[in-house]
């Protein structure tokens, strides 16, 4: 991706997402690690994750150094060639922090009860993990409530064509935006955000764009939205296929996972 490109993600990034919070000055973003579990290592890191990783986010969290923080495990794709097994997020107000020191971090494992040194818990999450990358992501815009344990977490990554990120932002916030809010007011269950990839940048990163939609449970998300009966009435002067042809103009889709939301911890 080209200097000038990221210079104008940068930028729409930062005047689209203020419709996010109202009175935000800055884009509230994510910072999404990548877990791959090493192999027959599964229930030791279920362990891990319950009595270290939580309630270290939880005195983390209540210290201020994230919103929210949610741990995911991958249901599809699924199984050793699967990108990640888990994922765990971390939600900022605004932008993101420098990542958090060793200092840092021992004050937490203290402040957790935790009778562990920093050392000690990067030994134990190695021998069970390796990191498979980092993304960090601005939140341009979003509906619902916020994401619950068990819920189901559909991941679609976009390469946005260049030149054609304003324009992909745009279809996302004036056709699916008002779909997903008449569906919430109509007593359908769920959440729907669209956020634009900070970093890694450059020609060989596959994906630049992201939405997010997240369902109270696996029914709902087979389900879906019900656009055939939705669309009419919030669209009547489109329809779902132009929209879409208007889309596949704009972007392309990467991918589509899922995750099952296993753990959330919340500022207090």
Request: glycine residues 8%; aromatic residues 10%.
């Amino acid at each position: 991706m080209q200097t000038g490109q990221v210079r104008l993600l940068t930028l729409a990034a930062l005047s689209i997402a203020a419709g996010f919070a109202q009175g935000q000055t800055e884009p509230p973003t994510i910072r999404d690690f990548c877990i791959k579990v090493a192999p027959g290592k599964g229930a030791e890191y279920e362990a891990f994750l319950r009595d270290v990783t939580l309630p270290l986010a939880r005195a983390r969290a209540d210290a201020g150094e994230f919103v929210w923080f949610v741990a995911a495990s991958g249901v599809v794709p699924a199984g050793s060639s699967a990108p990640c097994d888990y994922r765990l997020v971390y939600g900022y107000k605004g932008l993101p922090p420098e990542a958090a020191s060793t200092a840092a971090l021992a004050a937490a494992l203290k402040r957790a009860q935790l009778s562990l040194s920093v050392d000690e818990m990067v030994a134990r999450r190695s021998a069970l993990t390796h990191l498979v990358s980092v993304d960090i992501w601005y939140g341009i815009d979003g509906i619902g409530p916020p994401s619950e344990k068990d819920s189901y977490v559909q991941l679609n990554h976009y390469n946005v064509k260049s030149g054609q990120f304003e324009q992909w932002t745009k279809l996302e916030t004036t056709y699916w935006k008002p779909l997903m809010d008449a569906w919430l007011k109509a007593g359908g269950k769920g959440s729907w955000s669209v956020n634009t990839l900070r970093w890694p940048q450059g020609d060989s990163t596959p994906y630049n764009g992201l939405t997010v939609d997240i369902f109270p449970d696996w029914s709902s998300l087979v389900r879906g939205v019900p656009l055939t009966d939705l669309w009419p009435r919030v669209h009547p002067n489109t329809t779902v296929d132009d929209v879409f042809d208007r889309l596949e103009k704009v972007r392309s889709v990467h991918d589509r996972e899922v995750y099952k939301i296993v753990e959330v911890v919340r500022a207090k």
